[in-house]
């Protein structure tokens, strides 16, 4: 009977850039788990029909973003269609994807340092939803004011970090001319309570004036004078070993001729 069936437990939402997976515990044995989704505003849809699995996929039914939602994770044995009782569910705490989804990481796009200027160019992430001309929509197609970005900068082996803020795609900001830096990009929407702060960009950096020993360190200078040193002695000393090897080898030609001569 159902209400033997165990219950999910520890259900959580993950959600990166509205992509949405809800997951629970524990595994099924003999029985299997169908997920319900619950708007405010929206009919129930009905995810993961018998699934064995402790996950479930369910981005596509939360194409309203600003609706909040909860899931229902029904225990279910594999004749529930010819069942009419209801069977045992546990219920998800509220999830709104506008403002829980976490911001994934931007890409860069390109960058470059020009005298005292940093240019950095990024991209937004995409999300899994789609205009109907195909193209996925981006995370500022669905955020629009709302979210913005910050590139955080400092000079290449020092650890003062400033940021500069920007709703565009692109930075510039003014940097010593001839340093080298290093930076990340990250989206923020500042109106949010929690999960301000998305995902940071890979950092970067840059290479004007970048010489070996700003790149490796003294460290490879010593081994590169030591290797200078031991060609220097070899091209001096090997010469002068051949020179007297040539001698001494004529030298002994002319005994030998002598040898003969008196023989």
Not at 92 to 105: R, W
Not at 159 to 172: A, C, I, L, N, W
Not at 228 to 247: D, F, G, N, Q, S
Request: proline residues 5%.
């Amino acid at each position: 009977g159902y209400e033997e069936l165990p219950t999910a437990v520890n259900i959580t939402w993950s959600s990166i850039n509205f992509k949405t997976i809800l997951q629970w515990q524990p595994k099924p044995s003999g029985y299997f788990y169908t997920v319900e989704i619950h708007g405010r505003s929206s009919d129930v849809k009905r995810k993961c029909i018998l699934t064995s699995e402790t996950e479930c996929d369910v981005t596509d039914v939360l194409r309203n973003v600003k609706e909040t939602y909860t899931a229902h994770i029904l225990s279910v044995m594999p004749t529930e269609m010819d069942n009419f009782e209801e069977p045992p569910f546990a219920v998800s705490e509220k999830f709104t994807p506008y403002s829980q989804t976490l911001i994934g990481k931007p890409e860069i796009k390109d960058y470059s340092q020009r005298g005292s200027k940093l240019n950095v160019m990024f991209k937004d992430p995409l999300t899994p939803y789609i205009f109907p001309n195909g193209s996925f929509q981006s995370i500022q197609d669905i955020f629009q004011h709302d979210l913005e970005y910050k590139l955080y900068y400092w000079k290449d082996q020092s650890s003062g970090k400033k940021d500069v803020t920007t709703k565009s795609r692109k930075f510039e900001v003014s940097v010593d001319s001839g340093k080298n830096y290093c930076f990340f990009v990250q989206g923020i929407i500042p109106s949010r309570r929690e999960n301000r702060n998305g995902q940071e960009s890979t950092v970067l950096c840059t290479s004007v004036g970048r010489n070996i020993l700003d790149e490796y360190g003294t460290e490879v200078f010593i081994i590169i004078a030591v290797i200078a040193v031991a060609v220097i002695t070899l091209a001096i000393v090997l010469p002068v070993v051949l020179c007297k090897r040539k001698k001494a080898k004529k030298a002994r030609a002319v005994r030998q001729k002598e040898l003969l001569n008196g023989v």
